[in-house]
Nanobody, 115 residues
Framework: QVQLVESGGGLVQPGGSLRLSCAAS????????MSWYRQAPGKQRELVAR????????NYADSVKGRFTISRDNAKNTVYLQMNSLKAEDTAVYYCNAAGKVTLWGQGTQVTVSS
């Protein structure tokens, strides 16, 4: 019943763009801070971007500032990550996270940046 489902990952060339989506269900989405994390093989999971419950505040990792944009549509219970000017170092599994009364994680979606 409580679920986060990511979509939009895939293979893209360096300099290209992708838009990830995370569809939420089974909880009061508008009350939760939403984040995107990523994890590359052999690396720790790291915070990529975060957005407050009303969408008024955002935070980004230094490595993605100016290239990625997090947004949310509380009417659609969906959070997005627009990724532009992608680099090989962005290759990772990207996970959606919800933080509020409880903490929830999606299953992840693979993003591969390669020529």
């Amino acid at each position: 019943q409580v679920q986060l489902v990511e979509s939009g990952g895939g293979l893209v060339q360096p300099g290209g763009s992708l838009r990830l989506s995370c569809a939420a269900s089974g909880f009061t989405f508008r009350s939760y801070t939403m984040s995107w994390y990523r994890q590359a093989p052999g690396k720790q999971r790291e915070l990529v971007a975060r957005i407050s419950s009303a969408g008024s505040t955002t935070n980004y990792a230094d490595s993605v500032k100016g290239r990625f944009t997090i947004s949310r549509d509380n009417a659609k219970n969906t959070v997005y990550l627009q990724m532009n000017s992608l680099k090989a170092e962005d290759t990772a599994v990207y996970y959606c996270n919800a933080a509020g009364k409880v903490t929830l994680w999606g299953q992840g979606t693979q993003v591969t940046v390669s020529s």
